[in-house]
């Protein structure tokens, strides 16, 4: 990246790998394969993958929640794994904070809404008496909730609301950064633009920088600033996220597109063929991010190609990938095909 | 409506009822679904879809009750059916793919045992003879027989959601409910699960009940489709055209609760406050095979966008 101001939260080289097997079995399965991913003050960054591709590995490494085996988590700069090697101090975890997909199951049953903000308010910095209750009225108000709803359960709350108590929750103590794991994917039709609308206003509003956890591409481009695509644990395709969806440049990025439903496409609509795409994507071996069977492309280091005008920041990772003249829409595609022949 | 439907509901109500209140959550709904034909049911939580999936099967429990209107498959009666004849009616005549199906499988007993089910309670096959069809089944969804052994959690979302499929259609049924059948899954799988309900369908020729809130997903495999709203069909057509001229101002607003992967980003507003309709009215044609709801003068004057309320507020 080359901006000229410190990214509030970076990761370089992330890998997290995950033992296999049974007792002394050296197999390892590789979730992250050296993430590099870079959050600017107040941006909205939705990270895009399948189930799988370690989306929420990357959340959990960040939120120290996992281990990660190697590389570098930087805040404001600061590599927090070595400063903080074993465990997040109390300060980085307010700095940045998460919001998980289920909003059933990340609500203790048994406290009223007011316990969860309080206890978050209470571990950081502590209020009292009216202030207290000034704070709790207030962080309703953010989220667009009465404040007669802090004496209910959370059985009394719909998914919505739930998921809105949970973001009140993240806000509480006054974070910086804001993961947000599928925080939609569990609420109903009704109810999501809601939720996606509020996150907006926060980043609006209170300038908190937002990474954006979803596998839904159509919600990722209608909140997010940039996308990075993420496949088997790589970051394949980053940029800025209309252009990115106008001009997919990795085949994996394409395929992720071509799989949204799309009402306008009802004539040509030929889903086997597109099945047949990802079978190709997924079943390449030695790349994770290689679009073709007979010729896997990984045989050193991963490069970054531009791609189109550089204003854009718009990046793959592909050996296959070679800039043409009208520089985008699908210059990949006739590159695999002269390899081919 | 013509009667060379195979599945005709009539003015078909269900309510809830309690000590203290009674809900309706089917209102006098009437439709068709011919055979061969994909007929889409989109709505949001609560507004009767699933409801009527379970009627048509006979699944509802008390407090759940019928309480007008007719069920006929291939001409006959369904809510009339006896013990046997409903035993003969579900799975042979019309199976279901359930919302979150993936879950729905046995934890405990392998996929082959669970399959092997279907052919023993209703064609009486030697265990032998039922593996042998499970075997195809799971080549159908294309699966490796050998998967029978494997136990759910040994298999991903995308492949056991595929085995339920196979199930569903084990008994080559003349009609499929789906209901919500890929919510669970991310867009790939998702993609490829509804890929090959299409090319089963195209081979074994069943009538598709296809209930979802994702209404691209809808306009996308359905031939004919409903919106319902609060236990009422708002409008109801093929699904191109109600994807081109929604008629209704609910259909407009559910359209729009997903945003589009085209075109300009513009800020949307959710279902919340601002599309409440005090009352639905009766469908009226307002084109060829297309109908609508009358809407209300007053729901008229809150729908018109200027007028609306707060963004996606509680519900």
Known sequence: ?341 | MSSDRLLEIDNLTVQYRGDVRTTTAVDHVSFGISPGEIFGLAGESGCGKSTIANTILRLLKYPAEVASGTIRFDGRDVLALNGEELRQFRWREVAMVFQSAMNSLNPVITIGEQMRDIFTAHLDLTRRAADARCAELLELVQIDRNRLKAFPHQLSGGMRQRVVIAMAVALRPRMLILDEPTTALDVVVQQEIMAEIKALQAELGFSVLFITHDMSLMVELSHQMAVMYAGRIVEQGPAATLHRQPAHAYTRALMNAFPPITGPRVPLRGLGEGVRLTRVGDLQPVGHNHWSAAVSHEDRERLTPHAAGSEGGPR
């Open chain 1, 1 to 341: 990246m080359t901006d000229n101001s410190t990214p509030v939260l970076e990761t370089r080289n992330l890998v997290k790998e995950y033992p296999m097997g049974g007792f002394m079995a050296r197999r390892t399965l590789r979730a992250l394969g050296g993430v590099d991913v870079s959050l600017q003050v107040g941006e909205i960054l939705a990270l895009v993958g399948e189930s799988g591709s370690g989306k929420s590995t990357l959340a959990r490494c960040v939120t120290r929640l996992e281990q990660p085996t190697s590389g570098e988590i930087l805040l404001d700069g600061v590599d927090i794994l070595t400063t903080e090697k074993w465990h997040a101090s109390r300060n980085y975890r307010r700095r940045v904070q998460m919001v998980f997909q289920d909003p059933f199951g990340s609500l203790n049953p048994v406290h009223r809404i007011s316990h969860f903000l309080e206890r978050a308010i209470h571990n950081h910095h502590p209020l009292t008496g009216s202030a207290l209750h000034e704070r709790l009225e207030e962080l309703m108000a953010t989220v667009d909730l009465d404040a007669n709803m802090l004496a209910s359960y959370p059985h009394e709350l719909s998914g919505g609301q739930r998921q809105r108590v949970a973001i009140a929750r993240a806000l509480a103590v006054n974070p910086e950064v804001i993961l947000a794991d599928e925080p939609t994917s569990m609420l109903d039709v009704s109810v999501r633009i809601g939720v996606l609308n509020l996150m907006k206003s926060l980043r609006d509003a209170k300038g908190i920088t937002m990474l954006y956890i979803t596998h839904d591409l159509a919600s990722a481009r209608y909140l997010a600033d940039r996308i990075a695509v993420m496949f088997a644990g790589e970051i394949v395709e980053e940029g800025d996220s209309m252009e990115i969806l106008a001009r997919p440049a990795h085949p994996y990025t394409e395929l992720l597109v071509s799989a949204v439903p799309d009402p306008e496409r009802t004539g040509s609509y030929d889903p086997s063929l597109r099945a047949k795409l990802r079978q190709q994507v997924l079943d390449s071996a030695d790349c994770p991010f290689d679009g073709d069977l007979d010729n896997p492309c990984s045989r050193t280091e991963p490069v970054r190609h531009r791609v189109g005008d550089s204003a854009l920041r718009h990046l793959v990772r592909c050996h296959l990938y070679r800039p043409t003249a009208a520089g985008g829409a699908n210059a990949l595609v006739p590159t695999v095909d002269e390899v081919a022949s």
